[in-house]
Nanobody
Framework: QVQLVESGGRLVQPGGSLRLSCAAS????????MAWFRQAPGKVREFVAA????????READSVKGRFTISRDNAKNTVYLQLNSLKPEDTAVYYC?????????????????WGQGTQVTVSS
């Protein structure tokens, strides 16, 4: 089992940048595929990005491709999401998720463990 704690969310102006972090407990972090999802008020939770166990393969949603980058540091049991060129429509609660699988799922039901979320607000 793994516990996830996100941090780094805050208010940022359009066009700005932000880095989210997700710290995982346990010694088996390096065996989990990791992902970020987000949920805006009144909307369903949507896939943002996922990263393979080694970090060598990533997958991003079309809406964030070229702006957001997912990465991981297995030595620190942490996964990151770098958010650049932020837009108001990126405003949401961002969730970190983990799955004991090699598949980079893009649906929430593919993931077994979730963090509590961190709020990102993009506004001038």
């Amino acid at each position: 089992q793994v516990q996830l704690v996100e941090s780094g969310g805050r208010l940022v102006q359009p066009g700005g940048s932000l880095r989210l972090s997700c710290a995982a407990s346990g010694r088996t972090f390096s065996t989990y595929t990791m992902a970020w999802f987000r949920q805006a008020p009144g909307k369903v939770r949507e896939f943002v990005a996922a990263i393979s166990i080694s970090g060598g393969v990533t997958r991003e949603a079309d809406s964030v491709k070229g702006r957001f980058t997912i990465s991981r540091d297995n030595a620190k049991n942490t996964v990151y999401l770098q958010l650049n060129s932020l837009k108001p429509e990126d405003t949401a609660v961002y969730y970190c998720a983990a799955a004991n699988t090699l598949v980079l799922y893009t649906t929430a039901r593919g993931y077994d463990y979730w963090g509590q979320g961190t709020q990102v607000t993009v506004s001038s």
